[in-house]
């Protein structure tokens, strides 16, 4: 069984500053994707992950996968009240489409 | 609009009875995702639909079942219902490219299941 683990669990912060969460296993996967879930809806992507050692930013998201592409972090600059979110990392299976998720991080940006 | 409709929003049913959540996938994707949401467990991955065929079966309890029809829609089908199945229940859908990689998942905003 695939496990992801995430940290922290819940994070709260004042509006301006800067915050990163981590999303770790025991194996190897072949992509990981980051999704932010707001109350009552679906998670919806932000990125995909594929090669060890690959950072990508979106405006003020930075995503980086880790060399052995067991672990991934998501870094944010300047937090915004609009970046309240429950945040999970999940990992694409080597071997069928199956995507396990961790259990999030929710984040909390107070203006 | 994600462009995956799930229905109904919300339902309140009591133990034992039988309920049908339905989902129609996002124009174009072939396959269709079941997840169980609750507090304590986080996403739970329950069954993968493509094109018709079961592909995956996950922590799926032997009273659901699910089934893809012909026009790519899905139904999650719950009975003998217990306390312990509340949770959202969210449907994804996703278009597979290759063998290694997926374009990641649309989710629809999910049913939430109250059993009382």
């Known amino acids: 069984t695939q496990l992801l683990e995430q940290s922290p669990q819940f994070l709260s912060i004042q509006e301006g500053e800067n915050l990163t969460v981590y999303c770790n296993s025991s194996?190897?996967?072949?992509?990981l994707q980051w999704y932010r879930q707001e109350p009552g809806e679906g998670p919806v992507l932000l990125v995909t992950?594929?090669?060890?050692?690959e950072v990508k930013k979106l405006k003020r998201l930075t995503f980086q996968f880790g060399d052995a592409r067991k672990d991934s972090s998501l870094h944010i600059t300047a937090a915004q009240p609009g970046d309240t979110g429950l945040y999970l990392c999940?990992?694409?299976?080597?071997?069928?489409?199956?995507?396990?998720f961790g259990k999030g991080t929710l984040l909390t940006v107070n203006p | 609009d994600s462009g995956v409709t799930q229905t109904p929003k919300h339902l309140i049913t009591a133990t034992g009875q039988r309920v049908t959540l339905r989902c129609s996938p996002r124009?174009?994707?072939?396959?269709v995702y079941w997840y169980q949401q609750s507090l304590d467990q986080g996403l739970q991955f329950l069954i993968h639909?493509?094109?018709?065929?079961?592909?995956a079966k996950g922590n799926i309890l032997e009273r659901f079942s699910a089934q893809q029809f012909p026009d790519l829609h899905s139904e999650l089908n719950l009975s003998s219902l217990e306390l312990g199945d509340s949770a959202l229940y969210f449907c994804?859908?996703?278009?597979?490219?290759?063998?290694?990689?997926?374009?990641?998942?649309?989710f629809g905003s999910g049913t939430r299941l109250t059993v009382v």
């Open positions: 994804a859908s996703s278009v597979v490219r290759s063998s290694r990689l997926s374009d990641g998942y649309t």
């Open positions: 194996s190897v996967f072949s992509s």
């Open positions: 992950v594929v090669t060890g050692g």
């Open positions: 999940a990992g694409e299976g080597r071997s069928n489409y199956k995507l396990t």
């Open positions: 124009s174009g994707d072939l396959s």
């Open positions: 639909y493509y094109n018709g065929e079961e592909r």
